[in-house]
């Protein structure tokens, strides 16, 4: 199941007051002193899973699929927003992404995080723990550009293909992305997703 635990539809300090800011706006929402919002999200705000509430919120949720509806796995929208500390630092040590792999409702379901964000530090790819898989953007951008059909253009523009070694890395498991503890199971290997291009549109 794909969640999105890392921002709302209330967007930044102009958007509605639909959910979480109407009940508590200082604990669920990432804020300077002085109430900016914090957007490490895109979306104009990002969930502070530092607090109890947030994370209770989320681990509550998570709890509820996996027992209730019997969902075995879940994709995890931007989770390095998840990891974030109050410093605002990702961390794979952060106590929900821990509580959230150590849960015993969720022992056995599949852990997938979208390993970035759009705040500083936020491009993750195999910065997260045991117990966690994580989209392979590595092995997206290079299975594309060995593939990539105008050679011509991609020479121009700096991305042409490294050749066949970038590309076996990348389908045996992108072992220097991913440590040896980990393996290359923790690799979660895509071409496209529902951000950006179509296969087609390739």
Request: with cysteine; net charge negative; aromatic share 10%.
């Amino acid at each position: 199941l794909d969640v999105v635990y890392n921002h709302t539809a209330e967007e930044g300090i102009g958007g509605p007051r639909t959910s979480l800011r109407g009940i508590d706006n200082r604990s669920y929402y990432r804020q300077t002193d002085d109430g900016v919002y914090i957007d490490e999200t895109g979306c104009g705000n990002a969930v502070n899973t530092s607090t109890d509430a947030a994370a209770r919120l989320v681990l509550d949720s998570l709890r509820y699929w996996a027992e209730d509806v019997q969902i075995d796995g879940f994709r995890f929208d931007l989770a390095v927003t998840l990891g974030r500390d109050e410093t605002h630092a990702f961390t794979p040590d952060h106590p929900l992404l821990r509580a959230i792999r150590d849960d015993d409702v969720l022992a056995g379901t599949k852990l997938i995080a979208e390993p970035w964000d759009v705040g500083m530090g936020g491009w993750q790819t195999g910065g997260f723990g045991d117990g966690w898989h994580e989209w392979n953007d590595r092995y997206r951008d290079r299975v594309r550009n060995f593939w990539l059909s105008d050679i011509d253009y991609a020479r121009r523009a700096d991305t042409a293909p490294v050749g066949i070694g970038g590309f076996a890395t990348r389908l045996a498991g992108s072992s220097n992305t991913f440590s040896e503890e980990r393996g290359p199971l923790a690799s979660v290997n895509f071409v496209t997703a529902h951000d950006g291009f179509t296969l087609r549109d390739l």
